[in-house]
């Protein structure tokens, strides 16, 4: 197993946009569906957005309409693209396989605040 290595967190002000980037494993993310989830201070972890190895994709209902996953095969790379952003959506985001299998990884931290 290994951790999937997450970048492009920071910090924006609302409204604002980022995108996400996850280097996975080339033998995880070609057979498994693959998934972003976030944790913010002093809650669990959840799920925001998932991806089949054939494209199909689901939000969290928080989140639809605002954010995108996408998945390149070739990479092995896992984005999301972040639009909109509100302060609900601080967290720390991680991504991982869906179900998540392997060994969660540093994350990136999102902050939106103005």
């Known amino acids: 197993q290994v951790q999937p290595v997450e970048s492009g967190g920071g910090l924006v002000q609302p409204g604002g946009s980022l995108r996400l980037s996850c280097a996975a494993s080339?033998?995880?993310?070609?057979?498994?569906?693959m998934a972003w989830y976030r944790q913010a201070p002093g809650k669990q972890r959840e799920l925001v957005a998932r991806i089949t190895i054939i494209g199909t994709t689901n939000y969290a209902d928080s989140v639809k309409g605002r954010f995108t996953i996408s998945r390149d095969k070739a990479e092995n790379s896992v984005d999301l693209q972040m639009n909109s952003l509100k302060a609900e959506d601080t967290a720390w985001y991680y991504c991982?396989?869906?179900?998540?299998?392997?060994?969660w990884g540093q994350g990136t931290q999102v902050t939106v605040s103005s």
């Open positions: 991982n396989t869906f179900p998540a299998l392997n060994p």
């Open positions: 080339g033998s995880i993310s070609s057979i498994y569906a």
